[in-house]
């Protein structure tokens, strides 16, 4: 079974910290992605990698930033905290396969700034 | 804009009625097409892929189809415990890349 386990479950923060959300896979999958959920309006795409150091902007990097040093481990980063960064965040992983490869989620970071 | 739209936003059902979810995308080059289950609190769970139109795949009480505009999550005869949130989402086609999500169908199902 693929597993992808996330930090923390629960994480309170006060505006202007700096944060990090650390996600690891355990099945050697190349691609690793960071999207947040927010109600109403579903699940967004972060940042993702395809590879060790490799990454790429999704459709909501402001913000945020990503760190890639080994390939089992994909680290979020939020430079500066802001409340409106109050969200659930979810880390995924997929073997890259052809034609498609599903991608695998972890359990979720509640992150709240305050 | 790639997007992907979910149908109904919230289904209550009786248990042992069976209904449909639906899932429209506009994706162009659709390299595959993705049914997750949420509970509260977690991350999504994996249900199945689809590649092409006019696929099918089955997976206890669930059945998801797949044509050229839309996808069809079939619910038959639900218990308690498939009240869940449903994600559909797509990956354009072309290199590793993010899943475009719907923003799910909330179902309850009543014993």
């Known amino acids: 079974d693929v597993k992808v386990t996330q930090s923390s479950r629960y994480l309170v923060k006060r505006t202007g910290e700096k944060v990090f959300l650390e996600c690891v896979q355990d099945?050697?999958?190349?691609?690793m992605f960071w999207y947040r959920q927010d109600p109403g309006l579903g699940l967004r795409l972060i940042y993702f990698?395809?590879?060790?150091?490799?990454?790429e902007k999704g459709d909501i990097p402001e913000g945020y930033s990503v760190s890639r040093e080994k390939k089992e481990r994909f680290s979020l980063i939020l430079e500066s905290a802001s409340t409106n960064q109050t969200s659930m965040y979810l880390c995924?992983?997929?073997?890259?396969?052809?034609?498609?490869?599903?991608?695998?989620f972890g359990p979720g970071t509640r992150l709240t700034v305050l | 804009e790639d997007q992907v739209t979910q149908s109904p936003e919230a289904l209550r059902l009786q248990e042992g009625e069976s209904s449909s979810l639906n899932c429209s995308y506009t994706?162009?080059?659709?390299?595959?097409l993705f049914w997750y289950r949420q509970d509260p609190g977690k991350g999504p769970e994996f249900l199945f892929t689809?590649?092409?139109a006019g696929e099918e795949k089955e997976k206890e009480r669930l059945k998801a189809t797949l044509t050229k505009k839309e996808s069809f999550l079939h619910i038959t005869a639900p218990k308690p415990e498939d009240s869940a949130t449903y994600l559909c989402?797509?990956?354009?086609?072309?290199?590793?890349?993010?899943?475009?999500f719907g923003k799910g169908t909330h179902l309850i199902i009543q014993p």
């Open positions: 994706v162009s080059g659709l390299r595959g």
């Open positions: 099945m050697d999958h190349e691609n």
């Open positions: 689809l590649y092409s």
């Open positions: 990698s395809y590879d060790v150091k490799m990454k």
């Open positions: 989402a797509a990956q354009e086609g072309g290199g590793a890349d993010g899943l475009t």
């Open positions: 995924a992983s997929s073997l890259d396969l052809t034609p498609t490869d599903t991608q695998y």
